[in-house]
């Protein structure tokens, strides 16, 4: 599957592959994410088109900012992304306000969920 997808499975009781499934389809439906559109940060940061970029994101394995952006949204959890590598800390916000937060790593080629 996805490192990403297995990493914030394991705080929410969901299947990896059906996160992913979930993920696709809420930004199908809500293309507009932390006040821009995803189909703006897809084009800059892949070069592709939102449609293009969500069909391939159902077959291929991998996940990043805009699945972390929408999964805090669909779950109302923020998420914090621990960088050891270079000793930074990136914050993802649920548009709703919560205090649930979450902690991952991101290694330089692979997510893993923190306690």
Known sequence: MSCL???LCTF??????DLRTKICDYLESNPGIAGAYAQEFVQWET????KNY???MRRD???GAV???AFCDMYETNVRVKVPMN?????FLSDKPTKKWVCIQWTGNHFVPLP
Do not use: V
Not at 47 to 50: F, K
């Open 87 to 91: 000793k930074r800390e990136i914050e």
């Open 67 to 69: 699945e972390i952006k």
């Open 12 to 17: 929410n009781e969901i299947r990896s592959a």
């Open 47 to 50: 070069g592709m088109d939102l």
């Open 5 to 7: 997808y297995d990493s």
């Open 61 to 63: 394995a991998w996940g």
């Open 54 to 56: 969500i069909s391939r």
